[in-house]
């Protein structure tokens, strides 16, 4: 009897960790949206404008519950899929509009929302301008002297703000008329809700075939300081296709 006894309290246990747990994870959340990039510069003969379009994923997963405010705990993950947006400046260059993982928040920051729910309920079209003095989320842009050759690459602009230091890390860099000449400027950065694919080959269209062979070739030959300066100026893709 007694072993009888034990066997439906085992049960009951194991029922009630396999309810906790299926009521745990029925608060899992998950967000997506996709946004197009619109970059547009001012030259002496006209505007220049490329874009590309990303998927954003967040994923919330409850792993606790927090007893005092009956709420439960999440772990965050956070993730965008795309490519840089190419600007094709004609005999001046090329200029990359780079994507990182910090990508994810073009959206929020261009429309002003900050809850998940309210970017994933934006309508299809919805647009809105990323203003970069202001919020300090634009992404970093860069060229290259000579696009054959990795090594050439220049950072032409940054407007980053980092949590340090109580969030007063700034990065600011704008050198669009030193690289690309006078009168050249970054006019607008246009984010816009979209359900069109995900971009995946404008770059590659810009950059030789021997492109990454090259890169990798000066790449073994670096330190590791060296490499972690660079490594930010690649960002050319992010993620996995789409």
């Known amino acids: 009897m007694k072993k009888v006894v034990l066997v439906i309290i085992g049960v009951c246990v194991l029922v009630g960790l396999a309810y906790a747990a299926f009521e745990l994870s029925s608060k899992d959340k998950h967000y997506s949206w996709r946004y197009k990039m619109t970059v547009e510069v001012e030259t002496p003969e006209g505007i220049k404008s490329g874009n590309a379009v990303r998927q954003v994923n967040v994923d919330w997963k409850a792993i606790g519950w927090d007893q005092i405010n009956n709420q439960p705990h999440y772990s965050t993950k956070r993730n965008v899929s795309g490519e840089a947006v190419v600007v094709d400046l004609g005999d001046r260059g090329t200029l990359f509009a780079l994507i990182d993982s910090r990508a994810y928040y073009a959206a929020p920051r261009a429309f002003g929302i900050?809850?998940?729910?309210?970017?994933?309920?934006?309508?299809?079209?919805s647009t809105a301008e990323l203003e970069c003095d202001g919020n300090f989320e634009c992404p970093k842009m860069v060229m290259f002297k000579d696009i054959n050759d990795p090594k050439s690459v220049e950072l032409v602009y940054v407007n980053r703000r980092y949590a340090g230091n109580n969030g007063q890390d700034v990065e600011h860099e704008n050198r669009f008329e030193e690289l690309f000449g006078q009168g050249v400027k970054l006019k607008k950065i246009n984010v816009e809700i979209?359900?069109?694919?995900?971009?995946r080959d404008i770059?590659?269209?810009?950059?030789?075939?021997?492109f990454w062979d090259q890169f990798n070739l000066w790449w073994e030959q670096l330190d590791v300081r060296t490499k972690s300066k660079k490594a930010n100026l690649f960002y050319f893709k992010h993620g996995a296709e789409k």
Not at 194 to 199: C, F, G, I, L, N
């Open 194 to 199: 979209t359900d069109e694919r995900v971009t």
């Open 114 to 125: 900050f809850k998940f729910e309210d970017v994933q309920a934006l309508p299809i079209g």
């Open 203 to 210: 770059v590659d269209k810009y950059l030789p075939q021997s």
